[in-house]
């Protein structure tokens, strides 16, 4: 069974650096076509993808991130904790959302976390 | 980057109709790079259909997809009440890779 859950805080300050957390199990970052994305939507509005790790992902080139976004996103790894971390430089109020993480395979973006609200207010 | 536009931005229907959503590109997308989400309330989304027209695991049948270049639907044959939600359709580039999504469709009870 494939599961993803999110964690991180659930408030930063304006400027601010955030780090979120996404622990997965029923799947490896070491079998081949496994990657994790990290998808935002503000409160009412639509999706956003934001960045997304593959399982070759010890090289810089198998790290992807939205081009608005790529200056201050880092998304990283750990494989042996299954885990994905996502930072978020210089945080502003419209940041605040719902951040997601998900598995990505060749059908699509296939299972999802249950989301992590993230409110950016001083 | 390719824009999705989705059309009705809500389409009220009754329990029993058919329901038609529509997803209109900017480019052309690769039918192997087209999926639809279904999202409700305080839920994430689930996935549908992927590669324009196959259903994803435990889908039921009334669901199906259509459409090629920038002219993509999804069809509900005969809503549930379960199926009254917000539907999403998403779009993957592969070079760079980048994943963008319409501002979804609102499927309310008339």
């Known amino acids: 069974q494939v599961t993803l859950r999110e964690s991180g805080p659930a408030l930063v300050k304006p400027t601010q650096t955030l780090t979120l957390t996404c622990t997965f199990s029923?799947?490896?970052?070491?079998?081949?076509?496994?990657?994790v994305s990290w998808i935002r939507q503000p409160p009412g509005k639509a999706l956003e993808w934001l960045a997304r790790?593959?399982?070759?992902?010890?090289?810089?080139?198998?790290?992807h991130y939205s081009t608005s976004l790529k200056t201050r996103l880092t998304i990283s790894k750990d494989t042996s904790k299954n885990q994905v971390l996502l930072t978020m430089t210089n945080m502003d109020p419209v940041d605040t959302a719902m951040y997601y993480c998900?598995?990505?395979?060749?059908?699509?973006?296939?299972?999802w976390g249950q989301g992590t609200l993230v409110t950016v207010s001083s | 980057e390719i824009v999705l536009t989705q059309s009705p931005g809500t389409l009220s229907l009754s329990p029993g109709e058919r329901g038609t959503l529509s997803c209109r590109a900017s480019?052309?997308?690769?039918?192997?790079?087209l999926a639809w989400y279904q999202q409700k309330p305080g839920q994430a989304p689930r996935l549908l259909i992927y590669?324009?027209?196959s259903r994803a695991t435990g889908i039921p049948d009334r669901f199906s997809g259509s459409g090629s270049g920038t002219d993509f639907t999804l069809t509900i044959s005969r809503l549930e009440p379960e199926d009254f939600a917000i539907y999403y359709c998403?779009?993957?580039?592969?070079?760079?890779?980048?994943?963008?999504f319409g501002q979804g469709t609102k499927v309310e009870i008339k």
């Open positions: 998900a598995r990505i395979t060749e059908v699509g973006i296939d299972h």
């Open positions: 029923g799947f490896s970052l070491r079998e081949d076509g496994m990657c």
């Open positions: 790790i593959d399982w070759e992902g010890d090289w810089d080139n198998d790290k």
């Open positions: 480019q052309s997308v690769r039918s192997d790079c």
């Open positions: 590669a324009t027209s």
């Open positions: 998403q779009q993957y580039s592969s070079s760079p890779p980048s994943y963008t």
